[in-house]
Protein backbone atom coordinates (compact mmCIF):
# COMPACT_ATOMS: atom_id res chain seq x y z
CA UNK A 1 0.00 0.00 0.00
CA UNK A 2 0.88 3.59 -0.60
CA UNK A 3 3.46 2.72 -3.24
CA UNK A 4 3.24 6.69 -3.99
CA UNK A 5 5.42 7.07 -0.83
CA UNK A 6 8.91 7.91 -3.39
CA UNK A 7 6.98 10.36 -5.33
CA UNK A 8 9.17 13.37 -6.65
CA UNK A 9 6.33 15.57 -5.05
CA UNK A 10 7.06 14.51 -1.61
CA UNK A 11 10.64 14.62 -2.07
CA UNK A 12 10.56 18.42 -2.21
CA UNK A 13 8.69 18.52 0.99
CA UNK A 14 10.06 20.45 4.28
CA UNK A 15 8.22 17.76 6.23
CA UNK A 16 10.81 15.32 7.87
CA UNK A 17 14.15 17.74 7.55
CA UNK A 18 15.95 20.19 9.75
CA UNK A 19 14.13 23.79 9.18
CA UNK A 20 14.36 27.25 10.62
CA UNK A 21 11.32 29.07 12.04
CA UNK A 22 10.72 32.57 10.18
CA UNK A 23 8.75 35.31 12.06
CA UNK A 24 7.62 37.51 9.26
CA UNK A 25 4.97 36.62 7.19
CA UNK A 26 6.02 34.49 4.59
CA UNK A 27 3.77 32.76 2.33
CA UNK A 28 6.32 31.00 0.22
CA UNK A 29 6.70 28.32 3.17
CA UNK A 30 3.45 26.78 2.48
CA UNK A 31 3.47 23.54 0.50
CA UNK A 32 1.05 21.15 -1.57
CA UNK A 33 0.56 17.79 -1.95
CA UNK A 34 -1.25 16.24 -4.84
CA UNK A 35 -4.21 14.33 -3.91
CA UNK A 36 -4.43 12.17 -7.03
CA UNK A 37 -1.09 10.49 -5.53
CA UNK A 38 -2.79 8.97 -2.98
CA UNK A 39 -6.22 8.08 -5.49
CA UNK A 40 -4.13 6.81 -7.84
CA UNK A 41 -3.46 4.21 -5.51
CA UNK A 42 -7.07 3.89 -4.81
CA UNK A 43 -8.46 3.84 -8.51
CA UNK A 44 -10.34 7.09 -8.27
CA UNK A 45 -10.75 9.24 -10.85
CA UNK A 46 -10.59 13.32 -9.45
CA UNK A 47 -13.75 13.92 -11.82
CA UNK A 48 -15.90 11.17 -10.53
CA UNK A 49 -15.54 10.29 -7.17
CA UNK A 50 -17.80 8.43 -4.57
CA UNK A 51 -17.44 11.14 -2.10
CA UNK A 52 -18.26 14.37 -1.63
CA UNK A 53 -16.86 16.35 1.82
CA UNK A 54 -14.20 18.35 3.34
CA UNK A 55 -11.11 18.26 5.50
CA UNK A 56 -11.01 20.52 8.68
CA UNK A 57 -8.33 21.79 10.48
CA UNK A 58 -8.24 23.99 13.27
CA UNK A 59 -5.12 26.03 14.36
CA UNK A 60 -4.76 26.64 18.11
CA UNK A 61 -0.88 28.98 17.89
CA UNK A 62 -1.54 31.97 15.64
CA UNK A 63 -0.78 35.27 16.64
CA UNK A 64 0.36 38.55 14.95
CA UNK A 65 1.04 42.02 15.74
CA UNK A 66 -1.47 44.94 15.95
CA UNK A 67 -0.49 48.26 14.22
CA UNK A 68 0.95 49.14 16.93
CA UNK A 69 3.05 46.50 17.75
CA UNK A 70 0.67 44.65 20.59
CA UNK A 71 0.02 40.97 19.90
CA UNK A 72 -3.26 39.31 19.11
CA UNK A 73 -4.15 35.30 19.37
CA UNK A 74 -6.76 34.03 17.68
CA UNK A 75 -8.41 30.26 16.73
CA UNK A 76 -8.92 29.80 13.33
CA UNK A 77 -11.03 27.55 11.46
CA UNK A 78 -9.43 26.19 7.99
CA UNK A 79 -12.09 24.43 5.52
CA UNK A 80 -10.81 22.80 2.24
CA UNK A 81 -13.02 20.97 -0.23
CA UNK A 82 -11.92 17.27 -0.96
CA UNK A 83 -11.74 18.39 -4.10
CA UNK A 84 -9.07 20.79 -4.21
CA UNK A 85 -6.00 20.20 -6.46
CA UNK A 86 -3.62 19.34 -2.77
CA UNK A 87 -3.94 19.12 0.21
CA UNK A 88 -1.71 21.86 2.63
CA UNK A 89 1.32 19.64 3.96
CA UNK A 90 1.17 19.73 7.94
CA UNK A 91 4.84 20.82 8.86
CA UNK A 92 4.73 23.41 6.07
CA UNK A 93 1.25 25.19 7.38
CA UNK A 94 2.83 24.85 11.04
CA UNK A 95 6.04 27.29 9.76
CA UNK A 96 3.75 29.60 7.57
CA UNK A 97 1.25 30.08 10.89
CA UNK A 98 4.16 31.06 12.62
CA UNK A 99 5.03 33.41 9.87
CA UNK A 100 2.61 35.68 11.23
CA UNK A 101 4.12 35.79 14.96
CA UNK A 102 6.30 39.10 14.33
CA UNK A 103 3.98 40.53 11.41
CA UNK A 104 1.79 43.74 11.73
CA UNK A 105 -1.47 43.79 10.49
CA UNK A 106 -4.26 46.55 10.56
CA UNK A 107 -7.18 44.04 11.60
CA UNK A 108 -8.32 40.99 12.29
CA UNK A 109 -10.47 40.76 8.76
CA UNK A 110 -6.86 41.30 7.14
CA UNK A 111 -5.24 38.64 8.53
CA UNK A 112 -8.40 36.44 7.70
CA UNK A 113 -7.91 37.99 3.80
CA UNK A 114 -4.42 36.88 3.73
CA UNK A 115 -5.08 33.53 5.44
CA UNK A 116 -7.80 32.69 2.67
CA UNK A 117 -5.88 33.81 -0.13
CA UNK A 118 -3.09 31.60 0.43
CA UNK A 119 -4.49 28.90 1.15
CA UNK A 120 -6.79 29.12 -1.54
CA UNK A 121 -3.73 29.27 -4.06
CA UNK A 122 -1.65 26.64 -2.37
CA UNK A 123 -5.26 23.92 -2.26
CA UNK A 124 -5.55 25.05 -5.94
CA UNK A 125 -9.07 26.19 -4.79
CA UNK A 126 -11.08 28.16 -2.71
CA UNK A 127 -9.87 28.05 1.20
CA UNK A 128 -12.59 29.10 3.89
CA UNK A 129 -11.04 30.65 6.62
CA UNK A 130 -12.63 31.89 10.16
CA UNK A 131 -10.79 33.36 13.30
CA UNK A 132 -12.37 33.17 16.63
CA UNK A 133 -11.08 34.95 20.48
CA UNK A 134 -10.03 32.55 22.10
CA UNK A 135 -12.19 32.35 24.89
CA UNK A 136 -14.95 31.30 21.96
CA UNK A 137 -14.79 29.12 19.36
CA UNK A 138 -18.68 27.61 18.92
CA UNK A 139 -17.00 25.16 17.19
CA UNK A 140 -14.79 23.81 19.81
CA UNK A 141 -17.63 23.62 22.41
CA UNK A 142 -17.32 19.73 23.54
CA UNK A 143 -19.61 17.32 22.70
CA UNK A 144 -20.16 14.89 24.69
CA UNK A 145 -21.62 12.45 21.60
CA UNK A 146 -21.71 12.77 17.78
CA UNK A 147 -25.53 12.03 17.00
CA UNK A 148 -25.89 9.27 19.50
CA UNK A 149 -22.85 7.20 18.42
CA UNK A 150 -21.94 3.95 19.65
CA UNK A 151 -18.71 3.38 20.54
CA UNK A 152 -17.28 -0.59 19.44
CA UNK A 153 -14.39 0.09 21.57
CA UNK A 154 -15.52 -2.64 23.85
CA UNK A 155 -15.95 -5.60 21.60
CA UNK A 156 -14.05 -7.98 23.37
CA UNK A 157 -11.36 -9.27 20.92
CA UNK A 158 -7.81 -10.71 20.26
CA UNK A 159 -5.46 -8.71 17.98
CA UNK A 160 -1.94 -10.02 17.19
CA UNK A 161 -1.97 -8.18 13.85
CA UNK A 162 -1.14 -4.24 13.22
CA UNK A 163 -0.71 -4.10 9.64
CA UNK A 164 -3.42 -2.54 7.20
CA UNK A 165 -5.60 -5.33 6.27
CA UNK A 166 -9.09 -4.52 4.45
CA UNK A 167 -9.61 -8.38 3.64
CA UNK A 168 -11.11 -8.05 7.41
CA UNK A 169 -13.79 -6.63 6.33
CA UNK A 170 -14.86 -9.27 3.54
CA UNK A 171 -17.02 -10.82 6.23
CA UNK A 172 -17.91 -8.00 8.17
CA UNK A 173 -21.81 -8.73 7.49
CA UNK A 174 -24.15 -11.39 6.65
CA UNK A 175 -24.84 -12.30 3.43
CA UNK A 176 -28.48 -13.55 4.21
CA UNK A 177 -29.65 -10.70 5.91
CA UNK A 178 -31.87 -8.34 3.84
CA UNK A 179 -32.80 -5.84 6.76
CA UNK A 180 -31.39 -2.76 6.83
CA UNK A 181 -29.97 -0.71 9.46
CA UNK A 182 -28.50 2.43 10.01
CA UNK A 183 -25.48 3.23 12.45
CA UNK A 184 -23.86 5.99 14.26
CA UNK A 185 -20.41 4.14 15.73
CA UNK A 186 -17.34 6.04 16.68
CA UNK A 187 -13.74 3.98 17.47
CA UNK A 188 -10.90 6.06 19.52
CA UNK A 189 -8.86 3.35 18.63
CA UNK A 190 -7.68 4.51 15.57
CA UNK A 191 -3.92 5.27 14.42
CA UNK A 192 -1.89 5.64 12.07
CA UNK A 193 1.73 6.75 10.90
CA UNK A 194 3.05 9.79 9.19
CA UNK A 195 4.16 8.64 5.22
CA UNK A 196 6.96 10.51 5.76
CA UNK A 197 7.99 11.02 9.21
CA UNK A 198 6.71 7.98 10.45
CA UNK A 199 5.60 10.09 13.24
CA UNK A 200 2.10 8.30 15.33
CA UNK A 201 -1.28 10.45 14.56
CA UNK A 202 -4.04 9.56 17.18
CA UNK A 203 -7.32 9.72 15.65
CA UNK A 204 -11.68 9.08 16.94
CA UNK A 205 -13.16 7.70 14.00
CA UNK A 206 -17.13 8.21 13.33
CA UNK A 207 -18.86 6.09 11.08
CA UNK A 208 -22.67 6.82 9.87
CA UNK A 209 -23.99 4.20 7.69
CA UNK A 210 -27.50 2.81 6.29
CA UNK A 211 -27.19 -0.93 4.80
CA UNK A 212 -26.82 -4.18 5.91
CA UNK A 213 -25.35 -4.05 9.69
CA UNK A 214 -21.37 -4.50 9.60
CA UNK A 215 -20.19 -6.78 12.26
CA UNK A 216 -18.81 -4.46 15.16
CA UNK A 217 -16.30 -6.90 16.26
CA UNK A 218 -14.82 -6.94 12.65
CA UNK A 219 -14.96 -3.55 11.90
CA UNK A 220 -12.97 -2.18 14.98
CA UNK A 221 -10.36 -5.06 13.60
CA UNK A 222 -10.14 -3.73 10.71
CA UNK A 223 -9.56 0.27 11.89
CA UNK A 224 -6.67 -1.36 14.63
CA UNK A 225 -5.02 -2.72 11.33
CA UNK A 226 -4.12 1.08 10.36
CA UNK A 227 -2.23 0.68 13.50
CA UNK A 228 1.51 0.79 12.08
CA UNK A 229 0.15 1.75 8.60
CA UNK A 230 1.90 5.24 7.04
CA UNK A 231 -0.25 7.49 5.35
CA UNK A 232 -1.84 11.25 5.40
CA UNK A 233 -4.73 11.74 7.76
CA UNK A 234 -6.86 12.67 4.42
CA UNK A 235 -5.86 9.64 3.03
CA UNK A 236 -6.38 7.18 5.63
CA UNK A 237 -9.91 8.53 5.62
CA UNK A 238 -10.51 8.17 2.17
CA UNK A 239 -9.27 4.23 2.13
CA UNK A 240 -11.55 3.22 5.12
CA UNK A 241 -14.32 5.22 3.16
CA UNK A 242 -13.59 3.41 -0.34
CA UNK A 243 -12.61 -0.51 1.47
CA UNK A 244 -16.50 0.09 3.65
CA UNK A 245 -17.69 0.85 0.29
CA UNK A 246 -16.12 -1.89 -1.48
CA UNK A 247 -16.57 -4.81 0.66
CA UNK A 248 -20.45 -3.76 2.31
CA UNK A 249 -21.90 -1.95 -0.37
CA UNK A 250 -23.66 0.60 1.84
CA UNK A 251 -26.77 2.51 0.84
CA UNK A 252 -25.26 5.47 3.12
CA UNK A 253 -22.24 6.51 4.59
CA UNK A 254 -19.64 8.89 6.19
CA UNK A 255 -16.79 8.40 7.82
CA UNK A 256 -15.07 11.67 10.02
CA UNK A 257 -11.87 11.34 11.67
CA UNK A 258 -11.27 13.83 14.53
CA UNK A 259 -7.39 13.77 14.69
CA UNK A 260 -5.35 15.25 18.12
CA UNK A 261 -3.45 18.65 17.30
CA UNK A 262 0.52 18.45 16.66
CA UNK A 263 2.18 21.95 16.76
CA UNK A 264 -1.27 23.55 17.17
CA UNK A 265 -2.62 22.17 14.41
CA UNK A 266 -5.45 19.63 13.73
CA UNK A 267 -6.73 17.63 10.63
CA UNK A 268 -10.42 16.24 10.45
CA UNK A 269 -10.85 14.74 7.51
CA UNK A 270 -14.68 14.18 6.53
CA UNK A 271 -16.00 11.75 3.63
CA UNK A 272 -19.74 11.14 3.01
CA UNK A 273 -22.15 9.72 0.31
CA UNK A 274 -24.15 12.54 0.74
CA UNK A 275 -23.65 15.56 2.76
CA UNK A 276 -20.53 17.96 1.97
CA UNK A 277 -20.00 19.57 5.53
CA UNK A 278 -18.49 18.16 8.71
CA UNK A 279 -20.35 18.42 12.33
CA UNK A 280 -18.82 19.68 15.04
CA UNK A 281 -17.96 16.87 17.32
CA UNK A 282 -15.04 18.11 19.65
CA UNK A 283 -14.00 15.20 22.32
CA UNK A 284 -12.13 15.83 25.18
CA UNK A 285 -8.72 14.17 23.23
CA UNK A 286 -9.14 17.46 20.65
Known amino acids: ?14 LGKSTQYCSEYTPDLLQGVPRSLNRDDLA ?3 SNLPFVGEDVWYGFELSWLNEKGKPVVAVAEFRFACTSTNIVESKSFKLYLNSFNQTRFASIKQVEEILTKDLSNIAGSPAKVSLYGVDHCPALDIAKKLDNCFCIDGEDISIDHYQYDPELLVNAQDKEE ?10 HLLKSNCLITNQPDWASVYIQYSGKAINHALLLKYLISFRQHNEFHEQCVERIYCDLQKFCQLEELTVF ?7 GLD ?10 QAPFARTLRQ
Open 44 to 46: LES
Open 257 to 263: ARYTRRG
Open 178 to 187: STIVEEHLVS
Open 1 to 14: MANYQNATELSKLT
Open 267 to 276: INPFRSSHTN
